[in-house]
Nanobody, 115 residues
Framework: QVQLVESGGGLVQPGGSLRLSCAAS????????MGWYRQAPGKQRDVVAV???????IYADSVKGRFAISRDNAKNTVFLQMNSLKPEDTAVYYC?????????WGQGTQVTVSS
């Protein structure tokens, strides 16, 4: 089982930016993909962005053009750059590591967008 530790969440005003980091305990290229999911109060956990082992990226329609997922293979870290944040982006953001036989999750980091 891999350990995933998220950081970078916080309170930001609408239109602001945050950068989330997810540090993995091992080589992230061994995963089929890594991604960011979010869960708002009373709602299901939804995918935000995914980066495959080959480097392809996938985004939820609601964040396209505003968020960018990237990784630093040498540091075994995945990032989520979030720009032009909106109140509806408020949620707990979770890092995910996916393999064909299962998923590992981080503990989550709170992002609150409010004036």
């Amino acid at each position: 089982q891999v350990q995933l530790v998220e950081s970078g969440g916080g309170l930001v005003q609408p239109g602001g930016s945050l950068r989330l980091s997810c540090a993995a305990s091992g080589n992230i290229l061994r995963f089929n993909s890594m991604g960011w999911y979010r869960q708002a109060p009373g709602k299901q956990r939804d995918v935000v962005a995914v980066i495959t082992s080959g480097g392809s990226t996938i985004y939820a329609d609601s964040v396209k053009g505003r968020f960018a997922i990237s990784r630093d293979n040498a540091k075994n870290t995945v990032f989520l750059q979030m720009n032009s944040l909106k109140p509806e982006d408020t949620a707990v953001y979770y890092c995910n590591a996916h393999r064909i036989w299962g998923d590992d999750w981080g503990q989550g980091t709170q992002v609150t967008v409010s004036s």
